[in-house]
């Protein structure tokens, strides 16, 4: 891990006894795990437990209580995202370049492409294996080449931080083949990723920390001590048992 903090460009992110409450239900209840800088970190855990809302209280499109906080390796940098579905009318008649425009750029999207961002669409597109479908309507893509457009807006502006929601749920083997180029680029490059994921083999395989979420923390720890099948267990059980079983930090 050494070597990726060293070259990290990416900020940490604390969470701090962050909480959250919507009416009498608890979303959150008093989440704490560090994200360390140029790391892949994934957060799992059951639909419901609160995995999104946590990423939306760091994108700061939730109240919370407690603290949550970035440090940069110097000046804040580009927050990217990339969510899980689009949602839009696939009547529209608008193209991959539309959308794009759109994602990217201040001028109006019927404008057409500026020319400043014209040529970091294009590598974006190519590197997700879209370049070719430019013109397609956005509404005629199947959900992994709307997926793969999702990951590209996420390349631009180059990101320091990246939230990634469930960002392989639409891919078939192709996109999942580039979405983990992608990933080995951004680690390279030493940015931050924040991943949530459900596919337990893929996070295993390639997060550097695991933090299991059920409204609580259940764990953090290393891919191999976090992902046995007792905490499994205890994570997608419909009635998790106390905190104090299975969390706390394994080195």
């Not at 070719?132 to 996420?154: C, F, I, T, Y």
């Not at 920390?209 to 059920?214: D, E, I, K, Q, Y």
Request: proline share 6%; with cysteine; net charge neutral.
């Amino acid at each position: 891990m050494t070597a990726l903090h060293s070259l990290a460009r990416g900020p940490s992110i604390e969470f701090d006894q962050v909480s959250l409450t919507l009416g009498r239900t608890t979303i959150l209840d008093n989440v704490s795990f560090k994200v360390q800088p140029g790391t892949l970190h994934a957060l799992v855990g059951p639909n419901g437990g609160g995995k999104s809302s946590l990423i939306k209280t760091l994108l700061g499109q939730m109240p919370h209580q407690g603290q949550l906080s970035l440090q940069w390796p110097g000046e804040p940098g580009v927050i990217g995202y990339v969510p899980q579905a689009l949602e839009f009318d696939r009547g529209l008649p608008m193209t991959v370049d539309d959308f794009m425009a759109a994602m990217c750029q201040r001028r109006p999207a019927f404008l057409g492409l500026s020319r400043h961002y014209a040529a970091a669409i294009g590598e974006a597109l190519e590197r997700v294996g879209m370049q070719d479908k430019r013109k397609r309507r956005m509404g005629a893509l199947s959900g992994g080449e709307r997926q793969r457009v999702l990951l590209a807006q996420g390349l631009i502006p180059a990101p320091q931080l990246l939230v990634l929601d469930e960002p392989m749920s639409a891919l078939d083997e192709a996109g999942i083949q580039v979405f983990e180029r992608l990933l080995g680029d951004w680690r390279q490059a030493g940015i931050t990723l924040l991943w949530i994921e459900h596919d337990l083999e893929a996070v295993g395989r390639l997060a550097d920390r695991v933090t299991g979420l059920h409204r609580r923390v259940l764990f953090d720890a290393h891919p191999q001590q976090a992902l046995t099948p007792e905490r499994l267990l205890t994570l997608f059980s419909t009635h998790p048992r106390s905190a104090d079983v299975v969390s706390g930090s394994v080195a």
